[in-house]
């Protein structure tokens, strides 16, 4: 147990008794604890291997290489579509955390195995997500934000494609691609 994270298991106080079995169930299978994001993350020879966090409706187990594990039991969750690798295993109480120990400990363990093996997940390239038309043209009409938008990180390309192709109405594609122009141009993500 690290000190460090002990505040993340009291400062939850509808998931308390859950995620502190979820905790000791993790660290009986050796992995490091750290705090990454503000969420207790457990690393196996500096590899991520799963995090414990909490939503209103319940708490998770994220195994963040979690499309590569076998899920003989049909247990871990896709959060959403455009989630590539992390999977979820979802708890509301904290009989179904005990129910489930022992999958949890063979899936860790898997999920163990997969990273001696060096097993990585092959991620869609970002020239593979959608460009939006309302985005393109912007690109084209102005060299300083094709550029600027060239120059992020693919994870923060992917954030905004991500973005402005998931509205339904090109008045509202072309509303966000406005607004985060100024954000792109200044070298920033979605979120920062």
């Known amino acids: 147990?690290?000190?460090?994270?002990?505040?993340?298991?009291?400062?939850?106080?509808?998931?308390?008794?859950?995620?502190?079995?979820?905790?000791?169930?993790?660290?009986?299978?050796?992995?490091?604890?750290?705090?990454?994001?503000?969420?207790?993350?457990?690393?196996?020879?500096?590899?991520?291997?799963?995090?414990?966090?909490?939503?209103?409706?319940?708490?998770?187990?994220?195994?963040?290489?979690?499309v590569l594990l076998k899920d003989k039991k049909k247990i871990l969750i896709q959060q959403t579509e455009n989630v590539q690798s992390a999977r979820q295993m979802r708890f509301t109480n904290l009989k179904e955390v005990e129910k489930h120990e022992a999958d949890i400990k063979a899936y860790i363990f898997e999920a163990i195995a997969n990273e001696e093996a060096g097993l990585k997940v092959p991620m869609k390239k970002t020239k593979e997500f959608e460009m939006p038309e309302e985005f393109e043209s912007k690109l084209k009409e102005m060299p300083a934000l094709k550029k600027a938008f060239h120059a992020l990180t693919p994870g923060r390309q992917r954030g905004y494609l991500l973005f402005f192709s998931s509205a339904k109405q090109a008045k509202t594609r072309e509303a966000r691609v406005e607004k985060y122009i100024p954000q792109i141009i200044d070298g920033k993500g979605l979120e920062d």
């Open 1 to 66: 147990m690290n000190p460090k994270v002990d505040w993340y298991f009291t400062k939850n106080e509808k998931w308390q008794t859950e995620i502190e079995k979820l905790r000791k169930i993790v660290l009986d299978c050796q992995l490091t604890e750290e705090l990454k994001w503000g969420v207790p993350n457990y690393m196996f020879q500096k590899s991520n291997i799963v995090l414990i966090h909490v939503f209103k409706e319940y708490c998770a187990l994220l195994f963040f290489k979690g």
